[in-house]
C-alpha cells in the first residue's frame, strides 16, 4: 500500500473524480493541456505541440481529432510551408479554456488542502524531480 506506484496511481484516481467534478466531464486534463499550449504558441504544429505538452504523438493525434471535430481547434495550412499543417483555437476553443482554466485553480486547491504550503511547495518540487528522471529513463529506451 505504501508503493509509489500504487500511491501515484490512487492519486491520479483522486485527481480524475475531482476534475470530473469541479473541472468539466467533457473535457479532459490532456485536452486541456494542448488548448492551454496553443493559446499561447498558435500557429504551431502537431509535433511541437506533442513536445510542449509532453504528449506523445499518438496521444496528441487522438486528441487534436477530437478537438477538431468538436470545433475547439482548427488545422490550418502554414502559409509558409503549404505541406505543413498548423494548429490554432476557435473561438470556441478560447472560450472553453477561459471557463475551465479558472476551474483548475479550484482544482488544485482541493487536492493539495490536506497539506500546508510548505508541503504543497515540497510535494511539487519532489514530483517535479519524479517526472524528470522517469522522462530522462524513457530517453534512455531499454
Known amino acids: ?15 480524475y473524480l475531482l476534475w470530473s467534478s469541479i473541472v468539466s466531464d467533457d473535457v479532459t486534463a490532456p485536452q486541456l493541456v494542448v488548448l492551454s499550449v496553443l493559446a499561447g504558441a498558435p500557429g504551431i504544429d502537431q509535433r511541437t505541440l506533442g513536445e510542449r505538452a509532453s504528449l506523445d ?7 487534436v481529432s477530437r478537438l477538431v471535430r468538436r470545433g475547439l481547434l482548427e488545422r490550418l495550412r502554414d502559409p509558409a510551408d503549404r505541406r505543413r ?3 490554432q483555437l476557435t473561438a470556441d476553443g478560447r472560450a472553453t479554456l477561459a471557463r475551465l482554466a479558472p476551474r483548475t485553480t479550484t482544482l488544485n ?8 504550503l510548505d508541503e504543497q511547495e515540497a510535494l511539487l518540487q519532489l514530483l517535479g524531480r519524479l517526472v524528470e528522471a522517469g522522462e530522462r529513463l524513457r530517453a534512455k529506451g531499454p
Open 1 to 15: 500500500m505504501r508503493q509509489p506506484g500504487h500511491l501515484a496511481r490512487r492519486l491520479q484516481q483522486s485527481s
Open 57 to 63: 504523438r499518438s496521444t496528441v493525434a487522438d486528441i
Open 109 to 116: 486547491r482541493v487536492l493539495l488542502a490536506p497539506l500546508d
Open 85 to 87: 499543417n498548423v494548429l
